[in-house]
């Protein structure tokens, strides 16, 4: 059985449908990469299979529990399976970084303190950041607070790791790193992973396979080199960066001339 699997999914907003019929198997220990442009539904499905909204109708099966139709309790409990680090890392300013991490180990288990400062460091050092536990967020570069996000989606030691945006606003430089992280842990720790992106570099560097959503809904689901060679229009044209509405360079030309003689015009 795989260890996400979303059935027949429709999510609608106001009327507007969001979620078209969607299907996707995620299996135990693949990095899965949500790839497609802004509003294709990429957020609202990683809502959806983190059970913090409700469809309109299908299934989400997460380990065997199905997210849309379990009780409060059955989904705080499978919830603890999911480790997630949002896209603008989520961090408590107020809270130093040792403390962030630490944070869902004081509320959801009944550990020792020492054993929660293990912890917290062993998750630290893992992503490089065992040094910077005193630290507080603001006092942290880009790419560091995504790695202290990562770190305390870690701390409850999950089976599957969502990353939402994880390289975006980063230096490719930074962002390759933390795509080196990604699959550091995916061969340590054995670690299932959905990461979101619209990222290609990081997409075709971290994924087992590639699950490319248009307009709600699921255009091709394959490994890297199948979605490579995808003959798909709407692929193509993601991945070729192909604009919907090309600038036309004469009209923008005459547009310019205009604008300079009013404003000469006006002085």
Known sequence: MSIISVRDLVVEYDGRRILDGVNLDIEQGEIMVLLGGSGSGKSTLLRQILGLERPKSGSIFIKGTDMTRCSQAELNRTRRSLGVAFQSGALFNSLTIKENVALNLREHT????????????????????????????????????????????????????????????????VAGELDELILFLKG??????????????????????????????????????????????????????????PVHAPALAAYLERYVQNQGAKS
């Open 110 to 173: 009944a550990l020792a303190p020492s054993i929660i400062d293990l912890m917290v460091w062993t998750k630290l050092a893992v992503v490089g950041l065992a040094d910077f536990g005193d630290l507080h967020p603001r006092e942290l570069s880009g790419g560091m607070k995504k790695r202290a996000a990562v770190a305390r989606a870690l701390a409850l030691d999950p089976e599957i790791l969502v990353l939402d945006e994880p390289s975006a606003g980063l230096d490719p430089i």
């Open 188 to 245: 340590a720790l054995q670690i299932t992973g959905l990461v979101v992106t619209h990222e290609l570099p990081s997409a075709f560097r971290i994924a087992d396979r590639i699950a490319m959503l248009f307009k709600g809904k699921l255009l091709e689901v394959g490994t890297k080199e199948e979605i490579r060679a995808s003959q798909h229009p709407e692929v193509r044209k993601f991945l070729n960066r192909t604009a919907d509405n």
